[in-house]
């Protein structure tokens, strides 16, 4: 069958990879491994015949007939599922704690345009799934598709038969989203003197772009006190990410200073991501918020073995102002899954990638932009500075990225004359800049990274590597 899930879940293009028939089946797969019933008590036992699921969604508009295959796919397996409609993954990620659920089932492709879609699930507690688990998903998937392959009067797809505890019941969430929202309102501190809400004050711009965060994210901020102006707030099923969003910043950064705002605040589709931009309108990304949180809860006491987890992409800047906050760094390869199971590992409590992915274990058990947006702009409060000031803690560094692409990876890492000329450019730049040079885990191509004080410095010598990974690959 090949390998289904990717770095964060199912994903491909709604209807075509991603189809009704492999919705149903996959739920049914994962329902099986994940849905087993957990209750510490007969009492509890009688109380929940069924293991319980939650389904959450952006507002694409493939994922209405996939919700209904995935739900249709539980339901037929026994589950009995809470139905919360268009949800942010992190609020799903956090209901399926909060309900006490066994899993989670969130149908969302991030910050791909509206084609595409995706399905990933979350454990019991509102955790990723270990690759492990995946693999006992997909290998349960393959069973299924066999199994229905070699009976001639099996459907095509689906569930057969009556489950032991019967079939699964199917509620639409009430309240449910009031529930998140008060969770990240509880998350900020009171201010000692209450002289009112924490971000009194504060004109934001926040950008939904056109996805989950659309209906939650400007109330969010209007009940923490700012006076609050949405972009990107109108999805239609067909307009996620389209111009808007953490990875097209360029409508926040116009409109914030168009409206005079003090800060902007950007989501991705499925608002697990937070970029910002000041009030000039020039962009703060993940490492320099990941710079701010760390300090301000170092300042509280709150920062666990006073160190910050990140990836190795993180720029060289943040690196510095860390060491010069004295917070340790821990680094991981990219992606969110490993920034937390570094973080669980060493018992962390904040860690994050460059692209806005902000982890806050005290708070969340995944990235939770709106999350990391109310906690920047509080910290821009409490000091009572412009943001451009409050971020000033980092400097960023020039950084440039080249990836090769068609090259033979073996052959670029059996190469004798690269390590030689990585080991020269760091000679070159010394603790005033970084190399990094690693294959790409999806496509036939080679990336290369530079880091340094001097933009043209950078160009030169990621143009030289880049330059001799063609030649060796």
Do not use: W
Request: with cysteine.
């Amino acid at each position: 069958m090949g390998q289904l899930f990717g770095t964060d879940g199912v994903r491909g293009a709604a209807g075509r990879e991603l189809t009704a028939g492999l919705a149903v089946n996959l739920a049914s797969a994962a329902a099986d491994v994940l849905g087993t019933l957990d209750v510490d008590s007969m009492e509890a036992a009688a109380r929940r015949p069924r293991p319980l699921a939650v389904v959450g969604r952006d507002p694409r508009a493939s994922g209405e007939f996939l919700e209904a295959a995935v739900v249709a796919g539980l339901a037929a397996t026994g589950v009995d599922v809470v139905r919360l409609g268009v949800m942010p993954t992190p609020g799903v990620a956090h209901l399926t704690a909060a309900l006490d659920a066994e899993f989670g089932v969130v149908l969302s492709a991030s910050h791909n345009p509206a084609p595409d879609n995706g399905i990933k699930f979350f454990a019991r507690g509102g955790v990723k799934l270990p690759d492990a688990v995946e693999e006992q998903i997909e290998a349960r998937l393959a069973g299924l598709n066999a199994g229905r392959m070699n009976g001639a009067d099996a459907p095509a797809y689906g569930p057969t038969g009556v489950p032991a505890s019967g079939f699964g019941r199917v509620t639409d969430a009430v309240d449910q989203g009031e529930r998140y929202l008060e969770h990240l309102l509880s998350t900020l501190p009171v201010s000692r003197d209450h002289s009112g809400p924490p971000l009194a004050g504060l004109r934001v711009v926040v950008d939904c772009a056109h996805g989950a965060a659309a209906a939650f994210a400007p109330d969010l901020l209007r009940r923490a006190g700012a006076d609050v102006i949405a972009i990107g707030a109108e999805p239609d099923g067909l307009n996620i990410n389209q111009e808007v969003g953490s990875t097209n910043l360029a409508a926040l950064s116009a409109a914030v200073v168009a409206a005079g705002a003090d800060a902007g605040i950007a989501h991705d589709g499925d608002a697990d991501r937070c970029l910002a931009v000041d009030a000039s309108g020039h962009v703060i990304d993940g490492d320099q918020i990941l710079a701010v949180l760390a300090i301000a809860l170092k300042a509280e006491g709150r920062l666990a073995g006073n160190t910050v987890v990140a990836t190795v992409m993180s720029n060289l800047g943040f690196r510095h102002s860390m060491r010069a906050a004295g917070i340790d760094v821990v680094e991981t390869p990219v992606g969110d899954r490993y920034l937390i199971a570094a973080m669980l590992d060493g018992k962390y409590v904040l860690g994050g990638e460059q692209s806005g992915h902000i982890i806050m274990l005290d708070h969340s058990t995944t990235g939770d932009g709106m999350l990391t947006g109310l906690h920047l702009l509080a910290e821009a409060a409490r000091q009572g500075r412009p943001l451009a000031d409050v971020v000033s803690v980092m400097t960023r560094y020039p950084q440039v990225l080249i990836s090769v692409p068609g090259v033979d990876k073996a052959r670029v890492a059996g190469s004798r004359a690269l390590p030689a000329a990585v080991a020269a450019a760091e000679a070159e730049l010394g603790d005033a800049g970084r190399v990094l040079v690693r294959p790409s885990g999806t496509e036939p191509a080679v990336r290369v990274m530079v880091e340094a004080a001097d933009a043209a410095q950078a160009e030169r010598l990621a143009g030289s590597l880049a330059q001799l990974i063609k030649e060796v690959g």
